[in-house]
């Protein structure tokens, strides 16, 4: 039998509070790991199932057989440069579709890039798209994109004709994109999964900055986006090796989105992309200032993605580090976060500078050079499973919970918690999770029915909220930071 509580003697309105025993039992979950994950999912299980370490290392071994994928390399051969390349991919991405029954749809998508500082002439740059549509009425406008870049580099970063077989940079990256469109290709999600294969992230990420300035300027809601970038090798240049790791860079406020919509808003031509871009600028700022400058869309991400892979792949870990990228560095996770979208980077645990942008030869009996022989494809496809579960959850839960609130309107060591209740049917209740300050993830959890408010006797002054729909199927969503109530 539950012990009485007296500290509820004090009134609330009914439909603001949880009742005694309620709060009373709810003492018993604070222990709780919110990271647990429902009993493994049969179509998650399936794509897992699906992804092939051997046909993964025929893809890489493909992509460097172009011999340069050089974002200025030649386009008319079929056998040599980024123009071979990329048609290649669209043709496998054309098999798998017709071997699912036609739902991966397959684009390009294609403009002309203008001479800059790593372009010496303008260029017709393409990226290669395959959408899986969303099955849920509520979802299906949901995107998650994940990408890879295909274009490759040696030594000097204008050189087009040499050598650059960028087998790990990023070959594997466009691998584990290319399975996952075929393995998920067949199955149902209710969001949409976009897969995609981009050029010109050598030259400045320019096929990811195309891709994120058009999703801006048309409204497109790009729930997440996942890069895979350098995911090759689990070994590094001092002979560190991790099989069970890969890093995952997840900060979720990009000080140049400032700059982005200041040199937008002098251009008329992508005023509409400009006035979306400030839109999202104020809302990132109204929860930083808000307390949750780690609890932005990114940072969310980041933990889904840690805890989905954590929870189906046992022994395998995230390392969840908030920084954009590795120190001073970037990819094409970068352009959809000046922009504001939740966007994430995956890389191995442990660089080998030898085999990244390298002309190919040997010196004092070391091998240079990004060449097939130093990629491990049984790690490239743990990392394609990695990438499968976190996007395979996701596209199976629902949005996340619009306008949650924290309570603030009155002194109380107690926190108060109120959001929209969603009309999407596929909701079947709602998730809060908390933390420490000082904690990376979420550390306990609580779940609630289908209601739109849960108070919980644990001080809103000591700990992070968040608040998660879930489906059916026990998945959940991102988690939403509440913003503060002032009645």
Not at 149 to 157: A, L, P
Not at 276 to 293: C, F, K, P, Y
Request: hydrophobic share 45%.
């Amino acid at each position: 039998m539950l012990a009485p509580c007296p500290r509820l003697a004090r009134k609330r309105p009914r439909s603001r509070a949880l009742g005694c025993a309620a709060v009373c039992a709810l003492t018993l979950f604070v222990g709780l790991s919110a990271s647990a994950q429902p009993a493994p999912d049969p179509l998650v299980q399936q794509v897992l199932a699906g992804i092939s370490s051997a046909r993964i290392a025929q893809r890489i071994q493909a992509l460097v057989a172009f011999e340069t994928r050089h974002t200025e390399s030649e386009t008319v051969s079929d056998v040599r440069g980024i123009g071979a390349a990329r048609r290649w991919i669209e043709r496998e991405w054309q098999a798998c579709s017709k071997a699912s029954g036609g739902r991966l749809q397959v684009a390009t998508q294609e403009w002309v890039e203008p001479a800059g500082r790593r372009l010496a002439k303008a260029t017709t740059l393409v990226n290669v798209v395959a959408t899986l549509p969303g099955t849920s009425v509520a979802s299906r406008d949901r995107l998650l994109v994940v990408s890879g870049h295909y274009d490759s580099r040696n030594s000097d970063v204008a050189d087009a004709v040499g050598q650059a077989p960028g087998a790990n940079d990023d070959a594997s990256g466009t691998a584990v994109v290319m399975e996952l469109a075929c393995a998920m290709a067949s199955l149902n999600f209710d969001a949409t999964l976009v897969f995609m294969a981009v050029p010109g992230e050598e030259q400045g990420l320019l096929g990811a900055a195309h891709y994120a300035s058009e999703a801006r300027r048309l409204g497109l809601n790009v729930e997440a986006m996942i890069t895979n970038d350098i995911v090759g090798s689990a070994t590094g240049d001092f002979g560190q090796r991790d099989a069970k790791q890969i890093r995952l860079f997840a900060d979720g406020f990009d000080p140049l989105l400032r700059l982005l919509v200041q040199s937008q808003a002098n251009r008329p031509g992508d005023a509409a992309e400009a006035l979306a871009n400030e839109a999202l600028r104020t809302r990132l700022q109204t929860i930083a200032l808000a307390g949750g400058s780690e609890d932005l869309p990114t940072h969310q991400l980041g933990r889904h993605l840690k805890a989905a892979a954590e929870s189906h792949l046992p022994g395998f870990k995230v390392q969840l580090i908030q920084r954009r990228d590795r120190y001073l560095r970037g990819g094409d996770h970068i352009p959809f976060l000046e922009r504001g979208y939740a966007a994430v980077r995956y890389t191995e645990p442990f660089e080998n500078f030898r085999h990244q942008h390298q002309n190919p030869r040997s010196e004092g009996g070391k091998v240079f050079g990004d060449l097939f022989e130093f990629v491990e494809p049984d790690y490239v496809a743990d990392v394609a499973r990695v990438n499968a579960v976190g996007l395979a959850t996701l596209a199976l839960a629902p949005a996340a919970p619009l306008d949650v609130k924290l309570d603030a309107s009155t002194l109380t060591n107690d926190s108060t918690l109120v959001w929209t209740v969603s009309a999407d049917p596929g909701v079947s209740g709602y998730r809060v999770v908390w933390r420490d300050t000082g904690a990376a993830t979420w550390q306990h959890a609580q779940d609630v029915g289908r209601v739109g408010t849960l108070t919980l006797p644990v001080s809103k002054d000591n700990v992070i909220f968040g608040v998660q729909a879930v489906s059916a199927r026990g998945h959940a969503s991102l988690a939403t930071f509440p913003l503060p109530l002032m009645r």
